[in-house]
């Protein structure tokens, strides 16, 4: 059974700090990475997607993928109380995403 | 503007009925997919469909059927055999697979009466 662990939280940091978001994958074949986020009661939206190992940046957030250990992060700079919201991780197999259950972000002004 | 609708927003379903939930695309993707979340459970996987007539069980089939008559529509019917289907249902599309990014429709809320 493919396998994505995320912890569920709740992360709190303060406006303006960095959230580090993290994940594990059990499929040593994914090759595609993504980070989602959804607010209550809402759809997921993408984030970042990532495929290659390294960082991949795109304004105030970050992600960082390692192959070799099986992990994939999520850095959000400048954190705001509107990215107040669950942040769920997912790993392609061949036909399917497997998604993490989620870790909520609490960002307190 | 291009997405992905999903109806009703809400669905009540009385015992022993069948009901179907609307998902259209009109992004031109290939392959389409049907989640079930529940609080805390994360998305998982009921049926998906990489091309028109054709479709897959995902990890919880159980309980619900699918049709892949046109590209742009991916319906999914909860039926009476599904013992528990209060969640929050959501369809997604990807332009071919699941290596790409998958876009989510906004949801149908399913809840028994």
């Known amino acids: 059974q493919k396998e994505v662990e995320q912890n569920s939280g709740p992360l709190s940091v303060p406006e303006g700090a960095i959230a580090s978001l993290n994940c594990t994958y059990s499929?040593?074949?994914?090759?595609?990475f993504f980070w989602y986020r959804q607010y209550s009661g809402k759809s997921p939206e993408l984030i970042m997607s990532?495929?290659?190992?390294g960082d991949k940046e795109d304004g105030r957030f970050t992600a960082q993928l390692n192959k070799a250990s099986q992990y994939v992060s999520l850095l959000i700079r400048d954190s705001q109380p509107s990215d107040s919201a669950t942040y769920l991780c997912?790993?392609?197999?061949?036909?399917?995403?497997?998604f993490g259950k989620g870790t909520m972000l609490l960002v307190s002004p | 503007d291009g997405g992905i609708t999903q109806s009703p927003k809400y669905l009540f379903r009385k015992e022993g009925q069948n009901v179907t939930l609307s998902c259209e695309q009109n992004?031109?993707?290939?392959?389409m997919y049907w989640y079930r979340q529940d609080p805390g459970q994360g998305l998982r996987l009921i049926y998906y469909?990489?091309?028109?007539?054709?479709?897959q069980k995902g990890d919880i089939a159980e309980g619900y059927s699918v049709s892949r008559e046109k590209k742009e529509s991916f319906p999914l019917t909860v039926t009476s055999a599904q013992k528990n289907p209060t969640a929050f249902y959501l369809c997604?599309?990807?332009?071919?697979?699941?290596?790409?990014?998958?876009?989510f429709g906004p949801g149908t809320r399913l809840l028994v009466l």
């Open positions: 997604a599309s990807s332009r071919t697979s699941a290596q790409e990014t998958q876009y």
């Open positions: 499929d040593r074949g994914s090759q595609s």
């Open positions: 990532i495929y290659s190992n």
């Open positions: 997912a790993a392609s197999g061949y036909s399917t995403l497997t």
């Open positions: 992004l031109n993707h290939d392959a």
């Open positions: 469909s990489q091309i028109v007539n054709d479709f």
